[in-house]
């Protein structure tokens, strides 16, 4: 196998390289020293202690009463009741316009008002034990509900009895109930999915072609440049480290900054592959460096980059990398240039996979794109800051 240095020189690795390995062995006696650990590994190991069941209500959670995602699906839900209700009350099209018309008023203002109260108050209801987390939401969603009943009187939309009052008070404890238990299901049904997810990384992250071309390119290079073959084993042992590393399913992600420094090493170990025939641009904006993404986010897709972009092409090709800031949201793309088709057919894996840990973490308010256009293939992401 054949290895390009720097300065676009190849090196033969496996089997030239191999003959390094068959030199005699020195006869001076092992040293009896322990061998110093390395704390990297020690943050790999697993753990085999039971994981505690996730609370109802956790401030490290990013899906939560505060996501644009639930409070879209608590509007729509809470409108969908309504209407199917008052339909069967209703004897003409007419009057169940007039009536969703006037329940809006009241469903909107009280959904909406227990969604704020909720989430300001997260971090204090985060703190409380777990009957509290579920006693304190269902009586304010009923408290909501009876406050806006008093607005749908007050603005003069109708008149309600001492029954619908109460029917009212306890359809908003009743509503409060189900999107709390939904949330409850949601977070365990999560966990196996996002497992899932991190072991369909590792499996594609682990790669013995890459493994064995860096170990190779290091082989290579002990003689020639040992301060550079030292920086290879270094970035390779980084990005199994972060490979292997358990986040825990309460983990918040990880800094953008720090999947691109781990996107940095991989770059460097694939430059001294291709040399010159690999050519990076960085565009990166400071203001989206501490934003909250998956982790192993950006590294696949430089890889696939590489590996479909530059690798089949004679004369190499360019991956730009470009972050920005845009108010409450940031942009990732990743363009590679598009030449011969790669001799290992894709199967879309490491795009099916961020888009997944993407939805995990973000649901609907994160979008991937991804696709050709004028000569090169683009993946765009856009996601909250």
């Known amino acids: 196998m054949a290895t390009r240095a720097t300065d676009g020189r190849t090196m033969d690795t496996p089997g030239d390289a191999a003959s390094t390995w068959l030199e005699p062995m020195s006869t001076q ?18 753990d085999a202690r039971p994981a505690e069941p996730p609370r109802l209500i956790d401030a490290q959670r990013r899906f939560d009463v505060c996501h644009v995602g639930l409070v879209l699906r608590a509007v729509l839900g809470v409108q969908l009741a309504f209407s199917l209700g008052l339909a069967m009350a209703s004897e003409t099209p007419g009057q169940w316009l007039w009536s969703m018309g006037a329940a809006s008023v009241a469903s909107l203002s009280a959904v909406l008002a227990w969604l704020l109260i909720v989430c300001a108050a997260k971090r204090l209801l985060a703190s409380l034990p777990e009957w509290a987390q579920w006693a304190l939401p269902i009586a304010l969603g009923a408290a ?27 359809s908003g404890a009743v509503a409060a109930g189900v999107l709390l238990g939904w949330l409850k299901l949601r977070e365990r049904a999560q966990a196996p999915a996002d497992a899932l997810a991190r072991l369909v990384e590792l499996q594609s992250r682990i790669r013995p072609h890459f493994l064995f071309n860096t170990l190779n390119t290091a082989i290579a290079l ?3 440049d040992p301060n550079r073959a030292e920086e ?16 825990g399913p309460g983990a918040e ?13 991989y770059l460097a170990i694939e430059q001294l592959r291709f040399g010159d ?4 641009r960085w565009q990166l904006d400071p203001h989206a460096a501490d934003a909250r993404v998956p982790p192993l986010l950006l590294q696949p897709l430089v890889e696939n980059a590489v ?10 090709g360019d991956v730009d990398i470009v972050t920005r800031a845009r108010g409450g949201e940031i942009e990732i ?3 590679n240039t598009v030449g011969l088709p790669s001799r290992g057919q894709g199967h879309g894996l490491a795009l099916r996979n961020v888009r997944q840990r993407l939805r995990l973490m973000h649901d609907v308010a994160a979008r991937l794109e991804a696709g050709p256009g004028e000569g090169r293939f683009v993946v765009r992401i856009v996601m909250p800051r």
Do not use: Y
Not at 234 to 247: G, H, S, Y
């Open 307 to 316: 590996r479909h972009g530059v690798e089949p092409n004679d004369h190499g």
């Open 29 to 46: 006696p092992m040293s009896t020293q322990p061998l110093p650990t390395q704390p990297a590994w020690e943050e790999t190991r697993l």
């Open 222 to 224: 002990v003689r020639v």
């Open 277 to 280: 025939r690999l050519r990076v």
């Open 253 to 265: 992600g990880v800094r953008l900054d720090q999947e691109v420094e781990l996107a940095r090493r």
């Open 333 to 335: 793309r990743i363009v």
């Open 232 to 247: 290879v084993l270094e970035d390779l042992a980084e990005l199994f480290r972060v490979a292997l590393a358990d986040e």
């Open 144 to 170: 909501c509900a009876h406050g806006g009943a008093l607005l749908l009187e007050a603005v003069e939309l109708g008149r309600l009895g001492a029954v619908q009052r109460v029917a009212a008070t306890l």
